[in-house]
């Protein structure tokens, strides 16, 4: 089992371009969804989903998107790119939601945005 | 919406001293879940607490519940290079949501 893989691992954008994080993971997992990571400030959640089809919002979910067509893929789009969300992403999928499982955590997207 | 304070911010410790992060909410909380989070790494979970005033053990490591389900900690006794990173609480309210971590460094 590969887990939870991201790509890219690196990113750098400029200011109002676009792009698509993609996630994906082998495990069957209903639960799946996308943090940022920025220091001192743990870990936000940005969107999730608890299966095919179905998503929210998470804490931080402004200039982001998200959609949920497979359980394996959960990708995540920015629309147009600002210097706040220059931050580490991290795409996490367990067997069910709510926080009642544990988490596992792809190894992270760093985007810079200039 | 809920938050779950974390302290201390950063600890630097002598290689076989003993460190604690506490991690407070102003509500209960269903359950909690703790992570570490290697440098340059991604966050791995260790353990989950449920029940009040439950305390577990992994090898050096003590976590605890506290009895009004609103608080916890994590405990290394005698620590070791390998022990360095961020630890994350997290807890749960239909959503996890997560301390702001407590990064940990070992002077060898």
């Known amino acids: 089992n590969a887990g939870v893989t991201q790509t890219p691992k690196f990113q750098v954008l400029k200011t109002g371009q676009s792009m698509t994080l993609q996630c994906a993971q082998d495990?069957?997992?209903?639960?799946m969804s996308w943090y940022r990571q920025d220091p001192g400030m743990g870990l936000r959640l940005i969107h999730y989903?608890?299966?095919?089809?179905?998503?929210d919002q998470g804490e931080v979910p402004n200039g982001y998107n998200v959609s949920r067509s497979t359980t394996e893929d959960f990708p995540l789009r920015l629309l147009s790119a600002a210097p706040s969300q220059t931050s580490v992403y991290f795409c996490?999928?367990?067997?069910?939601?709510?926080?009642?499982?544990?988490?596992?955590f792809g190894p992270g997207t760093r985007l810079t945005v200039t | 919406g809920q938050q779950v304070m974390q302290i201390p911010q950063y600890q630097h410790v002598q290689e076989g001293e003993d460190f604690t992060t506490y991690c407070n909410s102003s509500?209960?909380?269903?359950?909690i879940q703790w992570y570490k989070q290697r440098p340059g790494g991604h966050p791995v979970f260790l353990i989950q607490?449920?029940?009040?005033?439950e305390v577990k053990k992994q090898k050096r490591l003590t976590f605890q519940f506290g009895e009004a389900k609103k608080n916890s900690s994590l405990h290394i006794t005698a620590t070791q290079t390998t022990d360095v990173g961020t630890y994350f609480c997290?807890?749960?309210?239909?959503?996890?949501?997560f301390g702001a971590g407590t990064i940990l460094r070992v002077k060898s």
């Open positions: 996490a999928s367990s067997p069910g939601g709510g926080g009642t499982y544990e988490q596992y």
């Open positions: 509500t209960t909380l269903s359950n």
């Open positions: 989903s608890v299966g095919a089809g179905i998503t």
């Open positions: 997290a807890g749960q309210w239909g959503k996890l949501v």
């Open positions: 495990m069957n997992h209903e639960y």
């Open positions: 607490l449920v029940k009040s005033g």
